[in-house]
């Protein structure tokens, strides 16, 4: 079996396995420590926090904001439209 590219002839004696090439997924280690726990357990927190609480609530104001920008302006320039 070659392993040297084609119009080579270099040959080489063995073929090593290709498990040592491969790294099995590893899980995240579990906390060891009574800090880490709760850093851990704050990290979350602040996770939930985030995704259910914040994020949610300025997708609001930011959407209700160009909403009523766009309506104020249709106060002052009228309805979009052709000029009649």
Do not use: C
Not at 12 to 40: F, G, W, Y
Not at 41 to 51: K, N, Q, W
């Amino acid at each position: 079996m070659t392993i040297a590219s084609y119009g080579s002839t270099r040959r080489h004696a063995a073929v090593l396995p290709m498990d040592h090439s491969i790294e099995k997924t590893r899980r995240p280690q579990k906390p060891n420590t009574p800090e880490e726990t709760r850093e851990k357990r704050r990290e979350l927190a602040v996770f939930i926090f985030l995704a259910g609480v914040l994020f949610p609530i300025l997708a609001v104001i930011v959407v209700s904001g160009y909403g009523f920008l766009v309506w104020m302006l249709q106060l002052l320039t009228g309805p979009p439209g052709p000029p009649e």
